[in-house]
């Protein structure tokens, strides 16, 4: 392909974005093809000699697009809804454009310099406490990764460390019964120094581990709720997982008191908890962890690394409502958050910030000869791949960049509000249906929660299988509405009830599908009862 040809193809390529974008109303939400169809459809082997990019066009229409999921149709309210802009699209061009790597500063001082820059912003628009920021006092900052589960791992792997050199410290100083002697060792949120240098100087560790040591009394909590990225990320490092209770009288939320039983369950079993995931908008419901209890118990276990997962709900921070709950973030060691999931970003746009980008460097900097340059010599200076597990790295921040000015935080603000005020508008249409749905979170944060009743003839409210009618009633309703390809709903478990999650934050939401939705509900719920 030539530069003419580009240039037409270009030109088509961005009037059909426009269609597509401007025209969110599609045919399906969901295709309707069985799995391995499209494979099928596909040569197996790349052609020998390249092709005219008008078959290579003609195929992507009518092959790959008419198969993809229509996650911006309005009528999509599953999952977390992702969102783009134009903006982001054009800082995905012209970020294709540069074919690199962005892994250290020269290999694009802009690509490396931006990043710190909206990381910054990004941290003052959410309100997060100074130490998060990539400014010269301190050692925090923030860093843009694949995903919020990219994100937890590459904590969970400092925090790890830092937990073995803790424990070579206690060790060093005599102390047998290590349990009990957290209290005189630094805050989650600081480094601890065990002589071991940074940026390729000292010995080769951590990340090796003398015969002597062991993990196999590490232990990582997170609640019921807590996403199972969380988890994951324990089972890729080999660190057991313990689940802390966050059951419906508590708004299945994490409590500080909750937290504080499991721990000491860990110590009185002589396991060490390493690492404790707090949610700032659980995946189910929303919910939000009790943040400034759950800091307070992590000021007296120092051992353990708070990290805050606010995957979807941080960007809400961005309204001057939601600023309060960034309050007590100082106390935890790391925050995420997704600006794919509800900033106008594309995936991927994943932001993890950090207290102590030393901590992370003490993991990850393996620095070989032919990385090495001059810019990382200078001191409290990290190349971004000191600080991630990978060392390609995509030139996110540009898309971000576009992004946060075109839209200004308070172009920003109104998104969130609107999905705010969907989810609200949504959650009091479904209340005056109480015959056929019960609310059992929400409105929280463009997310309503909520079950199908069975007819009260079948039983009553009080009997042990009305929750099991429930949840199969619920059910039902799920799928009969996501088969019917105009909708499309998650349905999850919350403890023992099965709800069906009607998230309102996709960037096509409106009221008028919100109603339309409604009445697919009810159609499905009067359906199963005349059954
Ligand atoms: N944490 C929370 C609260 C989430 O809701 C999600 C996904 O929706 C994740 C983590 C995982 O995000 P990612 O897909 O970016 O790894």
């Known amino acids: 392909m030539d530069s003419d040809q580009f240039r037409q193809a270009a030109h088509a390529a961005v009037e059909d974005i426009i269609n597509y974008l401007e025209n969110s109303q599609p045919t399906h939400i969901v295709p309707d093809q069985e799995f391995g169809s499209f494979q099928k459809s596909m040569p197996q082997s790349a052609p020998q000699q390249g092709e005219a990019w008008s078959d290579i066009y003609n195929d992507y229409k009518s092959l790959v697009q008419p198969q993809m999921t229509n996650w911006i149709a309005p009528n999509f309210a599953a999952f977390f809804p992702c969102g783009t802009s134009y903006s982001s699209i054009l800082g995905e061009l012209y970020a294709a454009s540069y074919g690199g790597s962005f892994f250290s500063w020269v290999a694009s001082p802009a690509a490396t310099e931006l990043e710190h820059v909206v990381m910054d912003w990004l941290a003052r628009a959410l309100a997060l406490p100074e ?11 923030g860093l843009m990764m694949t995903s919020a589960s990219e994100s937890i791992l590459t904590v969970m792997v400092a925090a790890r460390d830092r937990a073995l050199r803790m424990e070579r410290e206690r060790k060093q100083a005599g102390r047998v019964n290590w ?27 951590p990340g090796c581990y003398t015969s002597e040591e062991s993990m196999s009394h590490f232990v990582v909590l997170g609640s019921e ?41 860990c110590l009185d079993d002589e396991l060490q908890p390493i690492f404790v995931t707090a949610t700032l908008g659980t995946t189910a419901t929303c919910a939000i962890d009790d ?41 935890f060691g790391s925050f995420n958050v997704n600006l794919n999931k509800w900033m106008f970003v594309n995936t991927d746009a994943s932001c993890l910030f950090v207290q102590s980008r030393k901590c992370l460097a003490r993991s990850l900097d393996i620095t070989p000869s032919y990385l090495e340059n001059d810019a990382q010599l200078k001191d409290k200076f990290y190349e971004p791949h000191h600080l991630s597990l990978t060392l390609t790295r995509r030139f996110r921040s540009l898309k971000v960049w576009f992004t946060l000015r075109t839209f200004g935080i308070e172009g920003l603000t109104t998104h969130i509000r ?33 079950r199908v009743r069975p007819a009260l003839e079948q039983t009553d409210r009080g009997s042990a299988d009305y929750n099991e009618l429930c949840n199969d009633a619920t059910r039902k309703v799920c799928h009969m509405v996501n088969s019917s390809n105009k909708a499309f709903v998650t ?13 309102t934050s996709n960037i096509n939401s409106n009221l008028d599908a919100m109603k339309i939705m409604l009445d697919m509900f009810v159609d499905a719920a009067e359906g199963i009862r005349n059954l």
């Open 131 to 141: 130490a998060f920021l990539n400014g010269d006092e301190g050692d925090g900052g």
């Open 179 to 205: 349990f009990n002697c957290a209290k005189k060792l630094p805050n989650a949120a600081e480094d601890v120094d065990d002589g071991i240098g940074v940026n390729g100087s000292g010995p080769p560790i």
């Open 225 to 265: 709720t807590t996403h199972s990225s969380t988890k994951k990320a324990a089972r890729i490092l080999g660190l057991q997982f313990k689940t802390v209770l966050a059951p419906r009288d508590a708004g299945f939320a994490m409590t500080g008191s909750a937290l504080a039983g499991a721990i000491q369950e």
């Open 291 to 331: 943040l400034p209890g759950i800091g307070e118990i992590l000021k007296e276990h120092p051992f353990i690394w708070g990290h805050v997962d606010a995957a979807c709900v941080g960007a809400a921070l961005v309204c001057p409502e939601y600023k309060h709950l960034a309050r007590d973030l100082g106390l």
């Open 418 to 450: 609107a999905g705010v005020s969907l989810g609200e508008q949504f959650s009091t249409m479904l209340s005056h249906r109480a015959d056929l749905f019960e609310i059992i979170t929400g409105p929280a944060f463009a997310l309503v929660t909520f």
């Open 491 to 503: 349905g999850c478990e919350v403890g023992d009830l099965y709800v069906i999650r009607m998230v």
